[in-house]
């Protein structure tokens, strides 16, 4: 059954008409054109497909679109902020914290949430934190550096 659903997609409200059923990522995808936020397993195992929903990383691929109808979603296109680049995305490049990338939207929208959580985490915080996160590259150890950076980057209000 159509339904109607309002939300705030990286800043913008925006007003989707679907199967309320529907996975929000194909309605990210498909009806809206952000490609970012990436179809791995399909069954919230690898968080390619990991969106921001009221700060919460959710896992896109099974969360029902009615489930963000009032809220606020970021994807990975949200993230950056007047140009320029968050920390976390800057701090990703600086230490090659991938190499397919197709891992990494999901893996810093994930990051993101934890330090909103806990922005001093230890490493084995950020261990823990991103365990259900997989990359298929053997990226982690890069991965990990890359959030300690911007965690310390962060310290200075830069969250946003």
Same mark, same amino acid.
């Given at each position: 059954m159509t339904e109607t659903i309002s939300f705030t997609l990286n800043g913008e409200s925006v007003t989707v008409s679907t199967d309320g059923e529907r996975p929000l990522l194909w309605v990210l995808r498909t009806d809206?054109?952000?490609?970012?936020?990436?179809?791995?397993? +399909?069954?919230a195992v690898c968080g390619a497909c990991t969106v921001l929903v009221d700060d919460r990383a959710v896992r896109s691929c099974v969360f029902p679109v009615r489930g963000v109808d009032g809220t606020e979603v970021l994807t990975?296109? +949200?993230?950056?902020?007047? +140009?320029?680049?968050?920390?976390?995305?800057?701090?990703?490049?600086?230490?090659?914290?991938?190499?397919c990338g197709f891992c990494t939207p999901g893996m810093i929208l994930h990051a993101y949430s934890l330090l909103l959580e806990n922005p001093e985490p230890t490493r084995a915080e950020i261990l823990k934190g991103m365990e259900n996160n997989l990359c298929r590259c053997g990226a982690h150890t890069r991965i990990v550096q890359a959030i300690q950076t911007a965690a310390e980057e962060m310290k200075g209000g830069h969250a946003r």
């Open positions: 809206l054109g952000l490609t970012g936020t990436k179809y791995g397993c +399909g069954k990975i296109e +949200g993230l950056a902020r007047n +140009g320029q680049l968050h920390p976390l995305q800057k701090a990703f490049m600086r230490h090659d914290a991938f190499q």
